[in-house]
């Protein structure tokens, strides 16, 4: 196992087993970690035994992910308890605030425990998005309409995850919910001032900060405030973000494949049109850490190579967003954490 620094790329594998080709992609020096996807799971047995193949490759071992939120964003099911939709916990606080954030905490600890038990280090969630039911992209991904409870119920959530051993990632920066298109297939453009993001989409980041492992950007087109979407915004990054919320964990981009990552300065319509190499250079360049490219591998192999060993990533950042110990709650306290969750959510339907 060869000794070598985490990259600043997060890839996917193509199965639920590593192949040789596979292998080699992800001894190079620019890969830093792999994403799953449902497609990569079978079983809790198969998921170890996959996750432990990667993580056997290089030293220290590369750091594994996946988008397990709850509803309809949940890659690992089966043998996984069925985590409700943010909008749920949302729901509850209505109803009873109280009772809601021990059980948005316990959902967070389920969902981290879970994961970590079969080797991966950490989820992308929770989603700091305002709740937006006419949103493609996030509908009841969010806890609520209003960040104040966003930044409330999602802070629950977190304290679950620290729970667990697992540091959380808030997405979408600067904030998905104000638009209704899906950054997977267009470039969403949001024509708000920076005063009404701030006092709307930003609250969540600022009031937890501090408790945040990491940060992905969103796909979205400011025009009012800056014309780069956040990904590739030095403004967003590193003066809002950095300088004026004080974030200092690590800074993901979203997936660099998505049609709304197409980006350089304006708009543009078609895919081909941009070079992944040079996206995935302007991301690093505005601050982000880590580059995501999925469902590419020709294009995540050509930013491999062409990167190299030429850019040096944040290795305390990286490795901050480690997975802790697996045996911090028991197999009995799970349990009766899942069948609370369980019965809000059917209370709740």
């Known amino acids: 196992m060869p000794d070598l620094p985490l990259g600043p790329l997060m890839v996917d594998v193509g199965s639920a087993q590593l192949s040789a080709d596979e292998t080699a992609f992800l001894s190079q020096p620019a890969i830093g970690g792999v994403i799953l996807f449902a497609r990569n799971y079978r079983s809790k047995a198969q998921a170890a035994q996959l996750i432990d193949a990667i993580k056997s490759i290089r030293n220290p071992s590369l750091l594994i992910a996946v988008d397990q939120e709850g509803g309809r964003v949940q890659r690992f099911k089966h043998e996984f308890f069925a985590l409700p939709a943010a909008y749920r916990f949302g729901q509850a606080y209505e109803q009873d605030p109280e009772s809601a954030l021990p059980l948005c905490r316990a959902a967070g600890c389920v969902m981290a425990t879970e994961l970590i038990q079969v080797g991966v280090d950490f989820s992308f969630s929770p989603v700091l998005d ?178 190299g060993k030429s850019w040096a990533a944040n290795q305390p950042r990286l490795l901050a967003m480690r997975a802790k110990s697996t045996d911090r709650i028991t197999e009995t306290e799970i349990a009766k954490l899942k069948d609370q969750v369980a019965l809000m959510a059917m209370n709740s339907a």
Not at 143 to 149: A, S
Not at 252 to 269: T, Y
């Open 130 to 307: 305002c709740a937006n039911l006419n949103s493609k992209a996030i509908g009841d991904r969010g806890f609520h309409e209003q960040p104040e409870i966003v930044a409330v119920l999602a802070g629950a959530f977190i304290d679950g995850m620290s729970d667990a051993g697992m540091a959380a990632t808030g997405k979408h920066f600067p904030g998905h919910g104000g638009v209704t298109a899906d950054s997977h297939f267009t470039l969403p453009v949001d024509d708000r001032s920076l005063d009404q993001i701030a006092e709307c989409d930003l609250v969540p980041y600022k009031k937890l900060a501090a408790q945040l492992g990491g940060v992905m950007t969103a796909h979205i087109q400011f025009p009012r405030i800056n014309i780069d979407a956040p990904t590739f915004s030095a403004f967003w990054l590193q003066q809002i973000l950095r300088q004026e919320i004080g974030f200092s964990g690590l800074i993901f981009s979203d997936d660099l494949s998505m049609k709304g990552a197409q980006v350089a300065g304006n708009a543009v319509d078609a895919l081909d049109s941009v070079d992944v190499v040079d996206q995935t250079k302007r991301a690093l360049q505005a601050g982000c850490d880590m580059a995501l490219i999925c469902n590419d591998p020709k294009s995540a192999a050509r930013v491999a190579d062409e990167l």
